[in-house]
């Protein structure tokens, strides 16, 4: 499944992401430059699989229904950028077939240019990461394939 298929949608998200309590995180991602921007621009989210990123992030609010607006801090990168971190929670992507799948403990950060799936978090999560003659290709821990790429 080619990545560009993946739409993010709004939905409900778990129950931990409903607390009151704070949480402050600050995320170095030293192996990561990316591009910031001021203000938004429309048309579809793209989401980026990236081997040296270490969490799933996006700057598009829209994706979240029920966002943890207690997880804050910021992230560097490896350019030194400083910026802050808006909340964390699950996103759902609806592929072009129809199915869903949820994506856990993503980042929201306003600024941040790039939707970025980190192919090591899914990898700490248990999914299924292989590159195979040209084409990676993942699972998810129960072995569906997600995507093909």
């Known amino acids: 499944m080619d990545t560009t298929a993946l739409v993010a949608l709004a939905t409900p998200s778990d129950a931990a992401s409903s607390t009151a309590e704070h ?4 995320i170095r991602e030293d192996k990561l430059f990316v591009q910031l921007r001021e203000k938004r621009g429309d048309g579809r989210t793209r989401w980026s699989l990236d081997t040296g990123a270490t969490n ?3 700057g598009e609010r829209s994706v979240f229904s029920n966002l943890d607006k207690g997880v804050h ?3 560097r990168f490896g350019d030194g950028s400083v910026i802050d971190i808006e909340g964390r929670s699950m996103i759902l992507f609806s592929y072009k077939n129809g199915e869903h799948q949820k994506l856990a403990g993503v980042y929201l950060i306003p600024k941040l240019t790039a ?3 980190s192919l090591g978090q899914l990898d700490e ?3 299924k990461i292989l590159i195979k003659e040209g084409l990676l290709h993942i699972g998810d821990p129960r072995r569906h394939r997600l995507a093909r790429v």
């Open 115 to 117: 939707n970025i799936i």
């Open 73 to 75: 801090g910021t992230v």
């Open 125 to 127: 999560d248990r999914y």
């Open 56 to 58: 799933h992030m996006t």
């Open 23 to 26: 949480k402050e995180v600050h």
